[in-house]
């Protein structure tokens, strides 16, 4: 029919995934399922509409999940990780922070921090002076402007509390007296890479 969307199923390493039907009209129920290779596990699904907005997905047991179809065409994306959950990273190369866990590994030495990241609101947020400094800057707090100041590489970032970082679209916080950003923000100002494991909620930060 005229009002059918085509359902594109973007092809994934380490697995493959299904749907009910190629295409649907909305309002349609799909079902997609998650099929991982032998060793490996599902780590995350997506489903977006034309317009690159995501949609909610809920469980429908084990690896199946079904979304209400939009009124426009989806992508639907998977990646497939190991799955004996132990972390692939040398921990000598990178920082290694975990949701929720306050020790820090840097390079191969671990950090007592006292915050941990979080994920608010499906963004990692992770404590930026530890994440500074870890990497060779600096991170000066104006308590009084509510201001953040970084010192990396001959570059100086300023971010203030609470205003919107217009790129990432989310605003810098304080938890527990500590600073906190999200983590792309991170990546891309810090010039570090940074992966996410989602079956060890591990982030790993390369520079």
């Known amino acids: 029919a005229a009002s059918d969307y085509v359902i594109s199923v973007v092809k994934s390493d380490n697995g493959s995934l299904s749907v009910s039907q190629p295409s649907a009209s909305a309002g349609t129920t799909i079902i997609v399922s998650l099929t991982p290779a032998e060793g490996y596990?599902?780590?995350?699904?997506?489903?977006?509409d034309?317009?690159?907005?995501?949609?909610t997905?809920?469980?429908a047991g084990e690896n199946k999940y079904t979304f209400t179809m939009p009124n426009s065409a989806v992508d639907i994306k998977a990646n497939f990780v190991k799955a004996d959950g132990s972390s692939t990273v040398d921990p000598k190369t990178a920082i290694i922070m975990q949701i929720g866990n306050k020790s820090v590994n840097?390079?191969?030495k671990t950090i007592a921090n006292d915050v941990a990241p979080l994920i608010i609101n499906s963004r990692t947020m992770v404590p930026i002076r530890i994440v500074t400094e870890t990497l060779g800057g600096s991170a000066d707090w104006n308590g009084k402007a509510q201001v953040v100041t970084l010192n990396i590489n001959g570059k100086t970032i300023t971010?203030?509390?609470?205003v919107v970082l217009?790129?990432?679209g989310v605003?810098?916080?304080i938890i527990d007296n500590r600073?906190?950003?999200?983590i792309r923000f991170v990546a891309e100002e810090l010039g570090a890479t940074v992966d996410w494991n989602a079956d060890t909620q591990e982030i790993v930060i390369r520079k």
């Open 57 to 59: 997905l809920k469980s």
């Open 159 to 162: 971010m203030k509390i609470g």
């Open 171 to 173: 605003a810098p916080l």
């Open 166 to 168: 217009e790129k990432y």
């Open 41 to 48: 596990k599902a780590g995350s699904l997506t489903v977006t």
């Open 50 to 55: 034309k317009n690159g907005n995501k949609l």
């Open 179 to 182: 600073t906190y950003v999200p």
């Open 106 to 108: 840097a390079y191969g």
